[in-house]
């Protein structure tokens, strides 16, 4: 009886058995199948067999198997090691049975195309056409953060100072777009920017968590060096007395914090999944500023302050095992 690819009657441990036995039998069979391409091939170039015909393919005859066909009437009883010139011989090009300049010749690629098509079409030159994507909190950061990256406008090719980029990111991070009169302080770039600019000051390397349904993810070192250890996903919090002094803002503040337990319990099994930590990072908002929100681009209020305005609360969430918590 089968069920969802499950054998009754059989443990664990040998479903684990019988699938890496199933592997072990498929490998050996690729690798039959690649040896009689091989093989083919050969024959059809009209070239003689060996014993191993990886063999031919590289250029090389196998080496002898006793000492004494290396040197003849000389042996070496004591060390077993070839001589060097047993060695020149045993790689000697003349004597191989197929050269590197054989192997080129076997259609790999296309049969339509003879020696020199295939060398022009290796010597093209080939554009680069990979260029560097930030998103907005990367910029943003090395913009206003580490003062290392110049944003220019792409029509007037002037530098875009970091309050007009700001704004710009603020305005984009909504969608549709909205209006300069519309920004508010829980606004989706602020809240990611504060978490993303917590954890790079924390020392950790930041990069998005799309694929793994979650907002950021926190590497030690980096992609290259290892996996990401937690998964990072960013909320609102308004805990601040202003969202509840009206029924609006406390709608509002109600609309933005609720999240369902079945959103929370598949972001959590997803993690669990990929061996990452779930982190809720709560970003407490603070109260809208008082400067005009129209001449907000002309007033230029100070970065650092409004930053500073907002707080961020960490919270690991890890998924229970019976299994694994017996104890």
Not at 9 to 33: D, P, Q, V
Not at 108 to 126: C, F, R
Not at 269 to 274: A, E, G, N, P
Request: charged letters at 30%.
């Amino acid at each position: 009886m089968r069920r969802k690819g499950i054998i009754v009657g059989e443990t664990s441990e040998e479903i684990t058995r019988r699938r890496r036995e199933e592997r072990r039998e498929f490998k050996k069979e690729r690798a039959r199948k690649e040896r009689e391409t091989i093989e083919s091939l050969l024959k059809e170039e009209k070239i003689p067999m060996t014993e191993d015909p990886l063999v031919q393919s590289i250029g090389v005859s196998k080496f002898p198997k006793d000492q004494s066909e290396l040197s003849g009437t000389a042996k070496d009883t004591d060390d077993q090691v070839m001589s060097n010139d047993a060695f020149h011989d045993s790689c000697n090009p003349a004597k191989a049975v197929v050269s590197m300049t054989d192997v080129t010749k076997i259609p790999l690629s296309d049969p339509g195309k003879n020696h020199a098509e295939v060398e022009a079409d290796q010597n093209t030159y080939i554009e680069n056409q990979e260029h560097l994507q930030l998103t907005f909190e990367e910029a943003f950061f090395l913009t206003y953060g580490l003062g290392i990256l110049e944003v220019e406008n792409m029509e007037s090719t002037e530098p875009v100072t970091t309050h007009a980029l700001l704004t710009l990111f603020r305005v984009s991070s909504y969608f549709p777009s909205c209006a300069t009169s519309d920004l508010r302080s829980d606004d989706p770039f602020l809240l990611s920017y504060v978490v993303y600019h917590h954890f790079r000051s924390l020392g950790w390397v930041v990069r998005s968590g799309v694929k793994f349904a979650v907002d950021y993810l926190l590497y030690n070192r980096g992609p290259v060096f290892s996996h990401a250890e937690f998964a990072v996903m960013v909320l609102p919090s308004y805990r601040h007395p202003y969202w509840r002094e009206t029924t609006d803002r406390a709608m509002h503040a109600d609309r933005k914090e609720s999240k369902s337990w079945w959103w929370l319990h598949c972001v959590n099994r997803v993690q669990s999944q990929v061996k990452k930590s779930l982190v809720l990072a709560y970003v407490e908002i603070p109260p809208p500023r008082t400067t005009v929100v129209d001449d907000y681009a002309h007033s230029q209020p100070d970065i650092s302050q409004m930053l500073k305005s907002y707080r961020v609360r960490e919270l690991i969430v890890k998924r229970w095992i019976p299994n694994r918590s017996r104890d």
